[in-house]
């Protein structure tokens, strides 16, 4: 049970935002504590267990802010939780043709749900990090609503999409109405060591940042070869395991041909990984499901709004229908290239997440 309206559990990476996030939070007068999820063991990632995990140096650099802070920090050992939410999903979307956003079920399982729920074991009332988002609630309805940042260029509300009304009711994100340029000043005025660390860009769990070698390493298999066809099923060469590619790729192919040729689908039950021109990669319509809607209970009637199927895609306008409790059908105003199965799709209403959901 909450017990106090100005307790916050801070969510410490170790970087520059969610530091950031700890003394602003301090600054409006709440009791604060830090803490660092140890999401992962060496040996699941393929570091030696007698090594030094490669993520000292932010649990050290978390630490450092808290000190300066004067708030007790805490390092919590989610790494059971981040096995099965996030790293066996991973391995199972390439599995099975698919390609994930393990960020989207960090945020979801991880953060937003195991360590809310430590917070409430410990009679905190809020979670806060270091996203560039933000959380308004709808006074005509009562509604807990997210939006973008202020910061077009550092907004994370598409990786945030999955969020419950109660998630969003005890969560806050005191760095979305901040520039990026105004977050390292604030940490360089502090004096925080990680004023001017560089923002993490890879997947925090594949070490080498080959996807296919992590997941040999983690799943212990060899993934077989099998044919590269064209759209009329015909043999053009041999590709080396489905676990390589994804839709739209055209590097690492090894093919020679007379254009360009690009995946357009990858078919683990046939294990064949279809090839062709750049023009055949666009279309307008997907299926989504595993839905989660913010602004509205649901979208009974078709509704135009912009969406986008990856994280770095600008919206495109689009008329989103709900077809059941769990699914989604969108059809975009103009073709959109490599839909890809198990990314996710986002919707706007200008500024306001509506919901989202994964590409089938």
Not at 12 to 36: H, N, P, R, W
Not at 81 to 97: C, H, I, L, Q, T
Not at 243 to 260: D, E, F, M, N, V
């Amino acid at each position: 049970m909450f017990v106090d309206s100005k307790k916050a559990i801070i969510a410490m990476s170790g970087g520059v935002d969610s530091s950031v996030a700890a003394y602003l939070m301090k600054e409006q007068g709440f009791t604060c504590i830090g803490a660092t999820m140890k999401l992962f063991r060496n040996e699941d990632v393929g570091i030696p267990r007698e090594h030094t995990c490669c993520s000292l140096e932010d649990v050290e650099d978390a630490r450092s802010v808290a000190y300066a802070l004067n708030i007790p920090y805490y390092v919590f050992n989610f790494s059971e939780s981040f096995k099965e939410k996030v790293m066996d999903r991973f391995v199972a979307a390439y599995e099975n043709g698919a390609t994930p956003n393990p960020c989207i079920d960090c945020n979801r399982y991880l953060k937003f749900d195991k360590l809310y729920r430590r917070a409430k074991e410990l009679g905190y009332d809020y979670v806060v990090t270091g996203h560039y988002a933000r959380i308004e609630r709808d006074v005509a309805t009562g509604q807990y609503l997210l939006k973008k940042a202020v910061d077009s260029g550092k907004d994370q509300s598409y990786v945030l999409y999955a969020m419950t009304q109660d998630q969003l009711a005890h969560t806050l994100f005191p760095l979305g109405n901040l520039q990026k340029a105004q977050v390292r000043e604030i940490a360089e005025k502090q004096g925080f060591v990680n004023a001017r660390k560089h923002d993490s860009q890879d997947i925090c769990f594949v070490q080498s940042g080959r996807y296919d070698e992590f997941i040999e390493g983690y799943t212990g298999h060899d993934y077989p070869p099998g044919n590269f066809i064209d759209t009329d099923g015909n043999v053009l060469g041999r590709h080396s395991g489905i676990i390589r590619y994804t839709i739209g790729q055209r590097k690492g192919l090894g093919i020679s041909s007379a254009a360009p040729l690009y995946v357009l689908r990858v078919d683990p039950i046939e294990n064949t990984v279809t090839l062709g021109e750049n023009a055949k990669l666009y279309e307008r319509e997907l299926t989504a499901t595993d839905i989660n809607l913010i602004s509205v209970p649901a979208i009974e009637r078709p509704m135009r709004l912009k969406a986008k199927i990856r994280y770095r895609q600008p919206e495109q306008w689009a008329t989103a229908l709900q077809i059941d409790e769990n699914t989604l059908k969108i059809r975009f105003d103009e073709p959109q290239r490599a839909i890809t199965k198990g990314q996710a799709v986002v919707l706007y209403d200008c500024d306001t997440v509506v919901g989202g959901g994964t590409i089938q």
